[in-house]
């Protein structure tokens, strides 16, 4: 379908919708926003028969694409058709699996349905995976220091950017990469709070803070050596691979082990794809003596 006809459909489409999320304003004006819906209505076209002729199997397939990139909505009607076998067979287990994603995002309509059915089970459906593997990074050595960069680029204060510079090398993690996840947790606002209570300069929730020894959140240097150590132990668990370490850092390693990879967030994807692009890392040096590899880093996929 070309993108004219996609167009038409996104402004003219007026057939029922299961489920609908408003996107927020910064949302709505990026293109891969919009590509994320034109494809979502492509995809309610072809299921219900909307101006073209109805075909559930394509209709899936939409929705698991737009699913891939964190839009929940889809993930929501692709669970409601495997529920259903609404012209797909049945599978209570992908179904449970895309509900889960849409809930775990806070969709009302995907969180009520949790009450019916189960936990998902151990396998990422097929359509949820990248056309081809990337296998997790492979830093063979294990360094006694991450090779500062020469130059840092950064729009940070020079006062947090100084102590970055001093603190980072005790925990091995490159200044760069440091400074990347603090622009995108608070910005460098020392008291930043998020309504979840992630606190400071690298957003520490209270259990982090306590898993590393924090004891005042809003101290600049505390804060920043309460990250630096929980970025140093990521390194080490997905052996340097910078995207998995930034999707736990958001998501929680244990979303990143149950998917495999980077979870399918909305919130997710865009913060690795911010990172990544701040810190201009792919990889970066870790010390396994820190911490045994995750279990399932070996099958994991990168979204």
């Known amino acids: ?25 910064d949302a709505a004006t990026t293109s891969d926003d919009l590509l994320v819906r034109l494809t979502r209505d492509e995809a309610v ?10 075909d559930p199997v394509r209709a899936a397939q939409l929705y698991c694409q737009a699913a891939r990139q964190g839009d929940a909505e889809s993930q929501y009607n692709l669970a409601w058709m ?32 949790l009450e019916r059915v189960g936990q998902p089970g151990s396998d990422i459906p097929d359509c949820m995976r990248p ?15 991450a090779a500062p960069t020469a130059e840092l680029r950064t729009n940070g204060p020079k006062y947090i950017v100084d102590l970055v510079k001093t603190i980072a090398p005790e925990y091995r ?67 340097g691979d910078v995207t998995l370490v930034a999707a736990a850092y958001n998501a929680g390693e244990g979303a990143v082990n149950r998917y ?6 909305a919130e997710t994807l865009g913060y690795v794809s911010r990172i990544l692009k ?15 590899a995750s279990p399932q880093l070996a099958s994991m996929r990168k979204f």
């Open 1 to 25: 379908m070309r993108l004219p006809t996609l167009l038409l459909l996104l402004c003219c489409l007026t057939g029922t919708v299961r489920a609908q999320v408003q996107p927020t304003a």
């Open 45 to 54: 076209a072809y299921e219900n028969g909307e101006g073209v002729p109805r």
């Open 82 to 113: 495997y529920a259903n076998g609404r012209g797909i067979d049945r599978n209570d287990a992908t179904a449970s699996f895309f509900f889960h994603a849409a809930a775990e995002q806070g969709l009302p309509q995907a969180v009520r349905m």
């Open 131 to 145: 056309p081809a593997p990337v296998v997790a990074a492979a830093v063979q050595a294990t360094p006694v220091a």
């Open 173 to 239: 993690v490159d200044p760069q990469l440091a400074l990347a996840f603090i622009q995108v947790e608070s910005n460098f606002d020392v008291v930043a709070q998020s309504p979840k209570n992630a606190q400071g300069l690298m957003q520490l929730i209270p259990e982090t803070a306590a898993r590393f020894n924090v004891k005042r959140p809003f101290d600049p240097a505390q804060n920043i050596r309460g990250g630096l150590a929980y970025i140093r132990w990521l390194l080490a668990y997905y052996r």
């Open 260 to 265: 495999r990879g980077v979870p399918p967030y």
């Open 278 to 292: 701040s810190s201009r890392m792919l990889t970066h040096p870790f010390d396994t003596a820190v911490t045994e």
